[in-house]
């Protein structure tokens, strides 16, 4: 209990830098939305623009005049600084230790590494909950505030939703990649990185239909905005693969955490 | 000259990785080139029959979207973003290595000033960054001859290239500065990652328009690849207060550094 109530309070002012800059990020982002909304012939030029070109701005399939086709446009930004966020968290949340050379203070005490490891991914996932929250509600709040059309509230809870499972991956792969590699300082980056190519990946995918195979490998693909903004529910198969995938994540954690040489 | 070499070599892994990166991630957009050039010639034709007026709200960007420069253009976002984070984590990192590292009582007590050891640090780092924009530039020229469907200038891309190195000094003077800021640094990546990608963001949902005061926010936004293929120039205010931020930022490093207190163990 210790242990997670101490790295709570060790987070305690990233989270809330985060959960404000969060908020600003929507805010400025729903500012843009009266320029797009403008209506009349925009909507039409925004219709016949061929694929490839709306994916190369960056609206895909989306009908950005409309409130939910903008927030989908929108939300790939958000997603990322949240999927940074747990990134960052969950490698440094276990790279933490031997990074500040506290390692032989922590494993002195007499709770198992297991218990350890559990206290500390709890604490990351309780900061992920806050954020999300947080990006939840200032989406409600902004999109009410601009919106000129339907009610999209649940969309937005949707897509708040599958947020929320892209932020335990990149989380639990940031504690996988911590535990696993031998110098834990670089496992940052090293998620970093892998994030960074998923993002890639998903804006190269966007522009060509050819590679759809390459889908795999980014979880910003695992979810369909498109359908997430016209209304219809997460896609149950991709929620039930994404979760394994996080508990693979995690149980490679625990495994690896316990086998580990720990550089004190 | 040893400070010298010394940074130079633990750069190598690092310069090497990312100036791959770069020129994977050039070459992965280069290839999907050809297939726009097919649909955006179709558009052109769609364009033709829509009233002026609403060709000016898309056209002119969309004229040159159809030609490599202009494809160019807007893959260049993504690289420059690559490109930022790197010289964000060369700064932030150069600096503080020795605080990180538990390596500042073997550095500091050998005789030589600190004037000298920052000098060092920021040439060895401005060689690798000048090196990766090189290969670079080599990468991209050999791709984009692969890929064209129609000739373009090779000046242009070189100067658009160049405002990658602009953005790169900017972001690598900023990092060194807040790295001497900062008393003491854990983790080089959540700071150099939030500040990229604070900027990126603030230049993606702010600063659009030609000429918009919030441009000046976002280093990302001074160079406008668009108004280079048009002008063949740079827009002065904005090379201007690149400069003046490198100036001033490497001047902060230098005097905060030559009177900071360095931890020996922190």
Redesign the interface.
Known sequence: MNVFLRELKANKK?LIIWSV?MFL?VL??M??YTAYSAGG??NK?FE??????KA??GMGSFDVTTMSGYFAMLFL?IE??AA?HAV?LGA?IIAKEE??KTTEFLMIKPVSRDTIITSKLLAAFVNVVILNIVTLVSSLVMVAAYNKGNDISSEIVMFMLSMFIIQLIFLSLGTALSAFLKNP?TS??LA?GIL?AAF?IS??TD??D?LNALNLLSPFKYFSYVHLAEGNGLDLTAVILSLGLVSIFCISTYIFYRKRDLHV | MNMFWHELNSLRKSTILWTCTLIALAGIYFSVYPAIANDAADFKRLLGGYPASVRAILGISLDSITSLLGFYSMIFTFITLCGAIQAMNLGVSILSKETRERTADFLLVKPVSRWAIVSSKLLAALTMLIITNVIYYAAASILATMVKTADFSITLLFMINLTLLFIQLIFFSVGAAVAVIIPKLKSVLPVSLGVVFGFFFIGALLATGENDAARFLSPFKYFNPSYIIRNSNYEAPYLITGAVIVIIATVTAYIIYARKDIHAVS
């Open positions: 990233a800059c990020g400025s982002g500012g843009k012939q925009y030029i016949n623009i061929p694929y490839s070109i190369l701005l930004y990322i600084a940074i960052l440094g990074r500040d300082k940052g980056s970093a960074f890639v804006k190269i522009i060509t050819k």
